[in-house]
């Protein structure tokens, strides 16, 4: 079994130990190669990075400043990378040490994206909500294009779905979480897990909006679903928008 983490890095040196230390404690740890891509970052992210690659399998990749959707997205299309199991990491959360195994654990037969509930942390790393969804996210089309369902950094999935987007020649996208979410709806049934696997850091520098998005990119993605929306509508055109949207909670 082979398994990819996809993190993208901008000028994460405040918060990246913690995360790559609980990349390390991942029970799957063996079974994982950390593809890192720096998005023109301009502090020491560089070298906290090379001080783990004694602990870890990484693979790092030096690219110009595209924002994190973008930054996510070439990885997620880079055709070098090959895995059984794909998971995008953001620079500053603290992942629980089974969140990639009981991800990947749910990703059966139809089923070939999983996500899970997060616990909110400061910037301290005091947890200031238990719970980030008190209920199983709504997942539909309308609130795909308005406000996202969940977080990329939640997000588990197998080749086969990766395989599918990359066929489509996808190269215009608001945020790669929303991409990937709308084509699995399409694609297969989605898996949520009630219980939180991982800390998602609320901070200075994410100062967020509705669905912990930055104000600014919430309003770049509506405008960019509103002007594509004739084109989503129709790639999607074999949805069903509630009927189909197949959502298995635990």
């Given at each position: 079994m082979?398994i990819?983490v996809?993190?993208?890095?901008?000028?994460?040196?405040?918060?990246?130990?913690?995360?790559l230390?609980?990349l390390?404690?991942?029970?799957?740890?063996?079974?994982?190669?950390?593809?890192?891509?720096?998005?023109?970052?301009e502090?020491?992210?560089?070298?906290i990075?090379?001080?783990?690659?004694e602990?870890?399998?990484?693979v790092?990749y030096?690219?110009?400043n595209v924002?994190p959707?973008?930054?996510?997205?070439?990885f997620?299309?880079?055709?070098?990378?090959h895995?059984d199991?794909?998971?995008?990491c953001?620079q500053d959360?603290?992942?629980?040490s089974?969140?990639?195994?009981?991800?990947?654990?749910?990703?059966?037969?139809?089923?070939?994206?999983?996500a899970c509930?997060?616990?909110i942390?400061?910037?301290?790393?005091?947890?200031?909500?238990?719970?980030?969804?008190?209920?199983?996210?709504?997942?539909s089309?309308?609130?795909?294009f308005?406000?996202g369902?969940?977080?990329?950094?939640?997000m588990?999935?197998?080749?086969?779905?990766?395989?599918?987007?990359m066929n489509?020649k996808i190269?215009?996208?608001?945020?790669?979480?929303?991409?990937?979410?709308?084509?699995?709806?399409?694609?297969?049934?989605?898996?949520?897990?009630q219980?939180?696997?991982?800390?998602?850091?609320?901070?200075?520098?994410?100062?967020?909006?509705?669905e912990?998005?930055?104000i600014?990119?919430?309003?770049?993605?509506?405008?960019?679903n509103?002007k594509?929306?004739?084109r989503?509508l129709?790639?999607?055109?074999?949805i069903?928008?509630?009927?189909?949207?197949?959502?298995m909670?635990?």
């Amino acid at each position: 079994m082979r398994i990819a983490v996809l993190m993208s890095v901008y000028n994460g040196h405040k918060y990246l130990n913690a995360q790559l230390l609980g990349l390390a404690e991942q029970t799957v740890k063996n079974n994982i190669i950390v593809y890192i891509r720096d998005d023109g970052s301009e502090d020491n992210s560089f070298e906290i990075i090379d001080s783990w690659k004694e602990k870890l399998n990484i693979v790092l990749y030096k690219g110009c400043n595209v924002g994190p959707a973008m930054s996510f997205w070439k990885f997620f299309m880079n055709e070098e990378i090959h895995a059984d199991y794909y998971a995008f990491c953001d620079q500053d959360d603290i992942w629980d040490s089974d969140k990639i195994e009981l991800g990947i654990k749910h990703l059966t037969g139809a089923v070939h994206f999983c996500a899970c509930n997060c616990r909110i942390i400061d910037e301290n790393g005091n947890v200031v909500k238990r719970e980030r969804e008190k209920s199983a996210p709504e997942v539909s089309i309308p609130r795909l294009f308005v406000s996202g369902c969940t977080q990329g950094c939640s997000m588990v999935f197998t080749d086969a779905l990766r395989k599918y987007l990359m066929n489509l020649k996808i190269h215009c996208i608001s945020m790669h979480d929303v991409i990937l979410m709308l084509y699995e709806i399409q694609f297969g049934k989605i898996f949520f897990n009630q219980e939180p696997h991982f800390s998602y850091r609320v901070h200075s520098n994410n100062v967020v909006a509705k669905e912990n998005k930055l104000i600014v990119q919430n309003l770049k993605t509506i405008y960019w679903n509103w002007k594509n929306r004739k084109r989503s509508l129709k790639l999607s055109r074999d949805i069903r928008l509630y009927a189909n949207c197949q959502v298995m909670i635990t």
